[in-house]
């Protein structure tokens, strides 16, 4: 089932299309008919739950284990799922506001570490319709304590970018870098986030395949401290994503050696918020 949440702003309008089989997450964003997903132009993992995922315009890593596989804790012959446990999870329940500018989801994930976690998600467009905003609270439900962990991605399809197009954001050494970073078909950087007032921005842009408008994203650095990006140009795979982060690019290992895994009890709840529009 789908449900479209729409917006405008300075004579631009943009609909929304949320997939309810996977937590909410948004299958399609199109603005003044042209839809910024990647659709089939993504590389596959063999793991149909984010192949679908990814040929979106958003889909969520976590609540529980973020990137690839690795080892559960503790548990033999166990491992977190690519990505996490919530792609591919479909929504208990939506609510859709009467002028289709706000849509809540509740979601309830079974780890796989054995515990279960709720993630309550409101979506939003802002007054003025200038920005569309996510809100997430992660409550643990389960009998034991687990380390939360989420990362969000915004998948663009290569086919809108050019040479002109760039990555702008304080959170870069030098201010900006060209979308073709790295060497190779494929790259991937990671780095603390700026923030001023708690939040950090990036934007990707102009964009020859969307009349040269930007798309700008928006994230709080409390809880999401990194920004992620990530590029596919391989084979048929031409896709680039913006990717706020729970966590620095480290194995499980390393990350709990150095503190960085911290637990969340039975009853406990964790927020995330972003934001992003084009301009």
Not at 50 to 57: E, K, N, P, T
Not at 164 to 190: K, N, R
Not at 197 to 216: K, M
Not at 256 to 279: D, N
Request: proline share 6%.
């Amino acid at each position: 089932m789908e449900t479209t949440l729409t917006s405008a702003h300075d004579g631009v309008r943009s609909h929304l299309l949320f997939d309810r089989s996977s937590a909410l997450d948004i299958a399609a964003f199109v603005v003044d008919g042209t839809d910024l997903s990647p659709g089939s132009a993504i590389p596959s993992d063999g793991d149909p739950r984010i192949d679908r995922a990814l040929a979106g315009f958003f889909f969520t890593c976590g609540p529980d284990h973020i990137r690839h596989p690795e080892p559960v804790e503790g548990q033999d012959g166990r491992r977190y799922p690519l990505h996490g446990s919530l792609a591919g999870t479909p929504v208990v329940r939506t609510e859709m506001s009467a002028d289709a500018t706000r849509c809540e989801a509740l979601t309830v994930v079974d780890l796989a570490c054995g515990g279960k976690a709720t993630v309550e998600r409101r979506w939003h467009v802002s007054e003025g319709g200038q920005c569309v905003v996510l809100e997430d609270r992660v409550t643990n439900i389960g009998a034991s304590a687990f380390a939360p962990m989420m990362m969000y991605h915004m998948n663009i399809g290569g086919r809108l970018l050019g040479q002109e197009t760039g990555v702008v954001s304080p959170s870069l050494e030098s201010g900006s870098l060209e979308w073709h970073f790295g060497e190779g078909e494929s790259a991937h950087l990671c780095t603390p986030a700026h923030a001023e007032g708690g939040w950090s921005e990036v934007a990707l842009g102009p964009l020859p395949g969307l009349g040269r408008r930007r798309l700008i994203v928006r994230f709080r650095v409390d809880t999401l401290p990194f920004l992620q990006m990530w590029r596919c140009q391989r084979g048929g795979a031409n896709v680039i994503s913006i990717e706020p982060a729970s966590h620095r690019l480290a194995k499980r290992g390393e990350l709990a050696a150095s503190g960085e895994l911290s637990l969340i009890e039975p009853g406990q709840s964790r927020g995330y918020a972003l934001g992003f529009a084009v301009s």
